[in-house]
């Protein structure tokens, strides 16, 4: 096996470094954490309008850092590997912040607001009476 060069090696690295470097993916990340968030959860999560959201979403999924997942209406879309949330992290350490600041945000919060299946698990479960 061939060894690889330093600069062919930092092209590399460099690839998912430079796709999830702006405030607005690391904010979108961190909304979907370690489960799964569908664009109107994003939207009430992080006070976006849903077209600005999509056109994040879109490229991180061109990157492959997220996989989506359609049910009923909504499609879910979540990390393909956790260690994102562990480069944030790191990133959070380097800037003199604590990991728990970081994991504080992560999968924790339930929007009253949000009418997401994540938010609001009672609404759906009334529709779904209806229906019989
Ligand atoms: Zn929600």
Known sequence: ???????????????????????QRIAILLAIGTGEACVCH???????????????LMALRKADILQDRREGRYV????????????????????????EA?????NTQIYPACECPHCAPVLISIEGLKAV
């Open 1 to 23: 096996m061939k060894k690889r060069t330093i600069p062919d090696l930092s092209k590399k690295l460099a690839v998912p470094l430079n796709a999830i470097a702006s405030p």
């Open 42 to 56: 994003l939207e009430t999560a992080l006070g976006w309008r849903q077209a600005y959201i999509s056109q994040h």
């Open 76 to 99: 879910y879309y979540r990390l393909k590997n956790a260690s994102y949330l562990d480069l944030i992290t790191a990133s959070a350490t380097l800037n003199g912040l604590s990991s």
């Open 102 to 106: 970081v994991s504080a945000v992560i």
